[in-house]
């Protein structure tokens, strides 16, 4: 390490420590000064480490998650940012918070969650390094983010280019990501998929994908999972889905916080248990176990670590507030809205309350209009058949009301709404209850929300 780069370690370490003095937790600034003073600072920080850099729209922390579990379950060491520091900055924070103060970093890997519009420039610094980059998916997300899904492919382009000879674990059923196999023309690359198809899918009612993107012409569907995610193929100019080296090929049975499935790898089938909850999981689950494979673990180890598999900071965390619990789940855009709203479909009963939540900071889209993308209709019907005099919809949030108006015109019950956006007095009157609560919110509320469960309840802590 340079002369250069040592000092501008330091000095991010010396803000870090000032910060912390200060009583100030995680923020960008020290990944700011460090760049301030030398901009390449990352390469040389890396320069010894595997990365492992995760995208897409959906899953990313999910998936990031995974890989840790998987990579440290076999003994491996890594160094791994979160959701809220998935920006160059936050890269290189995380990096000099693992680095000693001459700015040696002794792990064995790096995860790294990274924004769609900050690949290109976590990557341009990985240059000539081990380097995997997953791509989970490509939906359209709040519309008032990075516009198209086009644009956001054309981001991820270009971050795969400044890294030629990375390993490339792609989606197989997202017609927009595996066409990365072919446009960035990366030697190695890999596809993940879903071979059975799940019932009830949405992909006729939404679909951020409807036309080939080769031709433009509309899909067709031999099955589909989620959103425009499946076996899709284009009758005009022969554009398909590619065969995925590891797969689900067939899911035995849902239970509330796993799966149980038979998975393939490279052709050789086994039975297994993925224990992340939700049919939309599964993917994450695969693009772990995919990368597992891509550093080298044998079929049986990857196939036995989807059985230790454990959900990141809001993913579906499990809260003791009330003696049944409660449920956290994240949700950013439609694409993942909709695959908790066919998760809830599923498991909810009427011994189940849900609170919603919803804010319009610029991190949650401060154009709310894309809750009417959310299929809440399928959640209604399902309600109607097992809802009980007890069951309550709490709403919470800067756009609490929106959300109740959506769910109004839904078909919900507005007797059973209850609207409170004190997050205080609001937890107090679920924990009364004593009930199950699944907890569904955007990003800032849930940020909030959770700072005021942990007032009353004690919290796993998540490095961020
Ligand atoms: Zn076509």
């Not at 066409?179 to 899918?201: D, M, P, R, T």
Request: proline share 2%; with cysteine; charged share 25%.
């Amino acid at each position: 390490m340079g002369i250069r780069s040592a000092f501008a370690v330091m000095a991010g370490k010396f803000t870090a420590k000032i910060l912390h003095i200060l009583g100030r937790g995680a923020t960008s600034l020290p990944g700011v000064v460090t760049l301030k003073i030398c901009p390449d600072v990352l390469g040389a920080l890396a320069k010894n480490i595997k990365v492992i850099c995760v995208t897409g729209t959906n899953g990313k922390t999910t998936t990031c998650h995974a890989i840790t579990d998987m990579i440290s379950a076999n003994g491996y060491t890594f160094l791994t940012n979160g959701a809220g520091a998935n920006m160059l900055n936050g890269v290189v924070g995380c990096f000099m918070d693992a680095a000693t103060v001459t700015g040696k970093v002794r792990r064995d890997y790096a995860v790294l969650e990274c924004d769609e519009a900050s690949l290109k420039n976590i990557t341009k610094s990985f240059k000539g390094l081990d380097v995997t980059v997953v791509v989970t998916n490509i939906f359209r997300d709040q519309l008032d983010r990075y516009g198209e899904v086009l644009t956001t492919l054309d981001l991820i382009q270009k971050g795969l280019a400044f890294v030629p000879d990375a390993t490339l674990c792609l989606n197989a059923d997202c017609s927009l990501t595996s066409s990365l196999a072919e446009s960035v023309k990366h030697k190695k690359h890999y596809f993940f998929g879903i071979n059975c198809g799940f019932e009830n899918s949405s992909s006729t009612d939404i679909s951020d994908a409807v036309y080939c993107i080769k031709c433009k012409t509309k899909y067709k569907y031999h099955s589909s999972t989620f959103g425009h995610l499946g076996d899709f193929y284009c009758e005009n100019c022969g554009y398909h889905r590619q065969k995925p080296y590891i797969a689900i090929e067939q899911v035995k049975a849902f239970k509330p916080a796993s799966a149980e499935v038979t998975m393939s790898i490279d052709g050789k089938s086994y039975d297994t248990e993925i224990t992340l909850p939700g049919a939309y999981n599964l993917y994450n689950g695969l693009a772990a176990a995919i990368v597992g494979k891509t550093i080298g673990l044998d079929d049986e180890t990857v196939i036995s670590s989807m059985k230790k598999l454990t959900t990141p900071f809001g993913r579906m965390e499990h809260i003791p507030l009330t003696d049944k619990g409660v449920e956290l789940i994240l949700v950013k855009n439609p694409a993942g809205f909709n695959e908790v709203i066919s998760f809830l479909t599923a498991h909810c009963t009427g011994e189940d309350d849900i609170l919603f939540g919803l804010n319009d900071n610029s991190a949650d889209g401060t154009d709310v209009s894309w809750i009417w993308d959310v299929e809440f209709e399928k959640l209604s019907v399902r309600i109607a058949e097992i809802t009980n005099d007890k069951q309550t919809f709490f709403f919470t949030g800067k756009r609490g009301e929106d959300l109740q108006v959506r769910l109004k015109y839904a078909g919900f019950d507005t007797e059973k709404f209850r609207l409170d956006k004190d997050y205080r007095t609001l937890i107090q009157t679920i924990k009364s209850t004593g009930r199950h609560t699944y907890m569904v919110l955007s990003y800032t509320v849930m940020l909030a929300f959770r700072d005021k469960l942990g007032e009353v309840v004690e919290l796993k802590k998540y490095a961020r």
